[in-house]
């Protein structure tokens, strides 16, 4: 158990569908990510959350919507995706100002499938 | 702005092998280094960290120690297991850039019996 709970673990949804991704976090902190992870590329950094309200936006689609509705989670709304959207999706959340001492803690990803 | 560079993968190696992932960065001001572990299916979890120049982190048997003349961050593990097969990232946070962490690519190990 890492401290941040992501679910589900996989999800496989067409073209046409509207899904959301959740993650939970109960470790007191107040900031937190959503990043991509695609085969053979590197880390993404999609939206950043500090104290609940958005503070990075790194020109990702509008088909991802992120949601932010306290502290503790953060939603990443789905719709109309493409194949090249599938990917595995990772949550990590950490207190902002102490990164330098503790990094970011991270759930165990979201495996998403889109046909 | 800050940048972490990690060797290219994927590695492969054969079980008690000693290994070196090297990690080299760039920073505006004087930043934390982490090693970040990603296990086959799962997300990214603390290897290890060190603070300030000089420092070793450690833990389950890998080691990296900071040094700051050489901008450079290597990790390393005298005799490797199957079980460390994984994805190897190499991250800093640099206070006087908004410390958000910025991450190398990774790096792939494979550990043959």
């Known amino acids: 158990e890492t401290g941040v709970t992501q679910t589900p673990r996989h999800l496989v949804m067409g073209m046409t569908n509207k899904k959301s991704l959740k993650c939970e976090q109960h470790l007191g902190h107040n900031a937190m990510y959503w990043y991509k992870q695609s085969a053979k590329k590197p880390l993404e950094l999609m939206f950043v959350?500090?104290?609940?309200?958005?503070?990075e936006n790194n020109s990702v689609p509008s088909r991802f919507s992120p949601e932010c509705p306290n502290s503790s989670h953060l939603f990443l709304h789905l719709h109309t995706l493409q194949p090249e959207d599938s990917a595995l999706y990772l949550c990590?959340?950490?207190?902002?100002?102490?990164?330098?001492?503790?990094?970011?803690?991270f759930g165990s990803g979201t495996r998403l499938t889109v046909v | 702005g800050d940048s972490v560079t990690q060797m290219e993968g994927p590695v492969t190696l054969s079980e008690e092998a000693c290994l070196t992932i090297n990690c080299t960065y760039t920073a505006t001001g004087y930043p934390s280094l982490f090693w970040y572990v990603q296990y086959p299916g799962e997300g990214l979890q603390l290897l290890l960290k060190?603070?300030?120049?000089?420092d070793k982190g450690s833990n389950k048997g890998f080691e990296a120690t900071y040094r700051k003349e050489t901008t450079s961050f290597h990790l390393e593990k005298g005799s490797v297991q199957v079980s460390d097969s994984a994805v190897y990232f190499c991250?800093?946070?640099?206070?006087?850039?908004?410390?958000?962490?910025?991450f190398g690519e990774g790096t792939q190990l494979t550990v043959n019996p």
């Open positions: 959350y500090s104290l609940e309200e958005r503070v």
């Open positions: 060190a603070t300030k120049a000089d």
């Open positions: 990590a959340s950490s207190q902002d100002g102490a990164q330098t001492a503790y990094g970011y803690t």
């Open positions: 991250a800093l946070s640099d206070s006087t850039s908004g410390s958000r962490l910025t």
